[in-house]
């Protein structure tokens, strides 16, 4: 099993918000694309929060989220994983995406939201032990997945959740 790698950030200097996913599924990295499943509810509910409809452009997707202040990335910058479901990543195998960095140049970045369980435990276990993320005023949230495979909540329950962005609340 090779090592798979995530996409560079989705993000500005204007940004205030930002949204963790963990790694990019198969039909993302074949499409080249965060969120490019047809199923995952990403950009539906982000077509809700701003009461605009989504672009079909991958492009115009993007600009939509910088228009908005909302930057989006991953925890992981590489891993092995067999699939898309984030269960079959291989832990040993688990390279972080360089937070100090990424936060040094995204400094207005005040909001940082989880799109699921393990892109907040990957993040918990792999960035918050960074004595410089210790010293930074970030305010962290748990959302719901956006990904087909969390069916447990349809996609009105997950936006609900999803508001928490477009209003700031954590």
């Known amino acids: 099993m090779s090592l798979i790698y995530s996409f ?3 993000a500005s200097p204007a940004s205030t918000v930002l949204v963790l996913g963990s790694m ?3 039909a993302s ?7 490019a499943h047809p199923r995952n509810s990403f ?9 605009v409809k989504a672009p079909v452009n991958y492009q ?10 909302v930057a989006v990335w991953d925890v992981l910058k590489a891993c ?8 079959s990543i291989q832990r040993d195998s688990v390279v972080a995406n360089d937070f100090d960095m990424f936060f040094d140049q995204y400094k207005n970045i005040t909001h940082v939201f989880f799109n699921g369980v393990t892109a907040e ?4 276990k792999h960035v918050m032990s960074l004595q410089q993320m210790k010293t930074r005023q970030l305010a962290f ?8 495979a969390h069916a447990a909540m349809n996609r009105e329950q997950k936006l609900t959740e999803w508001r928490a962005i477009a209003n700031r609340v954590i």
């Not at 990295?29 to 969120?35: C, M, N, R, S, V």
């Not at 950009?43 to 009461?51: H, M, R």
């Not at 092995?80 to 984030?86: A, F, P, V």
Request: glycine share 4%; hydrophobic share 35%; proline share 10%.
């Open 8 to 10: 560079p950030p989705i």
């Open 43 to 51: 950009w539906f509910i982000i077509e809700q929060l701003f009461a």
């Open 24 to 26: 990019p599924g198969k």
């Open 141 to 148: 949230k748990r959302l719901p997945s956006t990904s087909p």
């Open 29 to 35: 990295l074949k499409a080249q694309q965060y969120y």
């Open 60 to 69: 115009e997707k993007k600009q939509l989220l910088l228009n908005n202040n």
């Open 80 to 87: 092995s994983r067999e699939g898309s479901l984030d269960s």
């Open 121 to 124: 435990k990957e993040f918990i």
